[in-house]
T-cell receptor, first 114, second 116 residues
Framework: NAGVTQTPKFRILKIGQSMTLQCTQD?????MYWYRQDPGMGLKLIYY???????DKGEVPNGYNVSRSTTEDFPLRLELAAPSQTSVYFC?????????????FGEGSRLTVL | AQKITQTQPGMFVQEKEAVTLDCTYD???????LFWYKQPSSGEMIFLIY??????QNATEGRYSLNFQKARKSANLVISASQLGDSAMYFC?????????????FGKGNQVVVIP
């Protein structure tokens, strides 16, 4: 059982470039999340989704976009990359209603913007 | 306003000793959940333990226990009999409201280094 899978694991971008971080889960979880982790800091919520076709902003959404066309996939799009977006990005999922709220995380994607 | 506060500096712990990691939280919602995650140097996030605001007893999971003091709004993690593999960052997190809202707010983490 793969759980939550993120790709790529590492990426270097130039300022102004765009890219998509892919996230897929095979646990049939309704809820999915994107967090970023800056050095020495905790995780901050970028966007989340409670089901296919439904997304909403988290704490730090500026500079990012998401979509949720299927239950399994929740890609994160970075438009016009900036050095401030250098971070480790984590995708996570959970069942949603009726669950305690434990998040299942992917292994993270380390992004550097130069 | 910071919802989860973890302010301890990095800690060195002797192998086989116990260590307590502090976490205080801020919420006005009577229903909430508290979580601890471990992040080893490899980077993955590992769920350790959960405490619900209405749970009468402190949560325990193997060598992990949560010292839940509701009136003080604290949820300290206790790791007993530390092992070298416990060296990691530890994050406290909170879910506000009923389980339908599963967004977690994380603290900045506590660094633990276990020495032989």
């Amino acid at each position: 059982n793969a759980g939550v899978t993120q790709t790529p694991k590492f990426r270097i971008l130039k300022i102004g470039q765009s890219m998509t971080l892919q996230c897929t889960q095979d646990m049939n979880h309704n809820y999915m999340y994107w967090y970023r982790q800056d050095p020495g800091m905790g995780l901050k919520l970028i966007y989340y989704s409670v089901g296919a076709g439904i997304t909403d902003k988290g704490e730090v959404p500026n500079g990012y976009n998401v979509s949720r066309s299927t239950t399994e996939d929740f890609p994160l799009r970075l438009e016009l990359a900036a050095p401030s977006q250098t971070s480790v990005y984590f995708c996570a999922s959970n069942l949603g209603q009726g669950a305690i709220g434990e998040l299942f995380f992917g292994e993270g994607s380390r992004l550097t913007v130069l | 306003a910071q919802k989860i506060t973890q302010t301890q500096p990095g800690m060195f712990v002797q192998e086989k000793e116990a260590v307590t990691l502090d976490c205080t939280y801020d919420t006005s919602d009577p229903s909430y959940g508290l979580f601890w995650y471990k992040q080893p140097s490899s980077g993955e996030m590992i769920f350790l333990i959960y405490q619900g605001s209405y749970d009468q007893q402190n949560a325990t999971e193997g060598r992990y226990s949560l010292n839940f003091q509701k009136a003080r709004k604290s949820a300290n993690l206790v790791i007993s009999a530390s092992q070298l593999g416990d060296s990691a960052m530890y994050f406290c997190a909170m879910r506000e409201g009923r389980s339908g809202n599963n967004r977690l707010a994380f603290g900045k983490g506590n660094q633990v280094v276990v020495i032989p």
